[in-house]
């Protein structure tokens, strides 16, 4: 149904004149005759009927008009929901207890007028993909991935340098150290089940072991992290590494302990992802936030995989 015609129909009912209807539609008074003909064709009855006060509406022109003003508020609501700005701002953070996670809380606290929806995807190839069709407005991701450069569409920028820490339980034998070093960290076991290869965590530790002849193990199934943590507390040969602000709890009698790791200090590489012509009014005030709470990158003394995008 033409919705021009309804929009007519309404204008003319509400006025009692196609006269004044013409005039707040800015068309001819021909043109609304002809616009309401068309739809009186249509619907196979007479909407109106003409009398010296003008054009007062048929039974089944009241019957009609509740259902019309209700048709162009579902095609106005339905214009609003693409419209930018007009629906909540759609963002990737991976995990729900992440750096990310925090980042976006507090972009939500900075700015509670502004409509979130914030959903976690598995890999970086699942969040390009949805950058690139509009399922998403942004991801949070380690960009890029070696040999698997970004596409020319989507653009990003580095917002943040999460140092990793060692976690210990109380027995292990670097509880009672206040930091520990790269170098100390050789021939200890990491245990890490949550790794996954393909994916750009699995790239980063990938090139952390190579690089500093470290042992990390991603062996068995990875029942989350109340399972690991309560591994990593029973078990003193094992430890794990963890990101600084991963939000986690545990019971105090754990005893468990997390250690700054130095000399260098490894961290993980935040940046955002979006689409270059993304046009949501939200994306430029998060990508404002971001830049406005950044860390500075490339730190002294601290380390990243040479792939990691350097801006």
């Known amino acids: 149904m033409d919705l021009e015609v309804v929009r007519t129909f309404v204008a003319a009912a509400e006025a009692g004149r196609f006269q004044e209807a013409a005039a707040e539609l800015a068309v001819t008074q021909q043109a609304v005759s002809k616009r309401v003909a068309t ?33 162009l508020r579902v095609a106005e609501r339905a214009v609003a929901s693409v419209r930018p700005g007009g629906r909540p701002l759609r963002v990737d953070v991976i995990a729900s207890r992440g750096a990310t996670s925090g980042l976006m809380r507090g972009f939500h606290q900075a700015h509670p007028e502004i409509e979130l929806d914030v959903v976690m995807l598995f890999d970086i190839e699942q969040a390009v993909a949805a950058i690139r069709s509009g399922v998403i407005d942004a991801s949070f991701r ?37 930091s520990v070093t790269m170098a100390q960290l050789v021939g200890h076991r990491i245990w890490m089940p949550g790794i996954v290869p393909g994916t750009e965590w699995g790239a980063y530790y990938d090139d952390l072991v190579a690089e500093f002849g470290l042992t990390i193990e991603a062996t068995g199934p990875n029942f989350g992290s109340d399972v690991l943590i309560d591994t990593v507390a029973d078990t003193p040969a094992l430890a794990t590494f963890m990101s600084e602000r991963t939000r986690l709890v545990w019971p105090a009698d754990h005893g468990l302990r997390r250690i700054p790791v130095t000399d260098p200090t490894p961290v993980y590489p935040h940046s955002l992802l979006w689409r270059r012509d993304n046009p949501h009014p939200a994306l430029a005030a998060l990508r404002a936030y971001l830049a406005a709470t950044a860390a500075g990158h490339e730190a002294a003394g601290t380390w990243v995989p040479d792939w990691t995008i350097r801006r």
């Not at 007479?46 to 009609?64: K, N, V, Y």
């Not at 960009?143 to 653009?155: F, H, I, K, S, T």
């Open 142 to 178: 380690a960009v890029a991935m070696p040999g698997r450069p970004l596409p020319e569409d989507v653009e990003s920028v580095r917002v943040l340098d999460e140092p990793l820490q060692l976690l210990t339980g109380p027995a292990h034998a670097l509880a009672g150290a206040r």
């Open 39 to 71: 739809l009186e064709r249509d619907l196979g009855v007479r909407l109106f009927t003409r009398t010296p006060r003008g054009a007062e509406l048929t039974i089944d022109g009241q019957a009609f008009l509740p259902h019309a003003r209700e048709l």
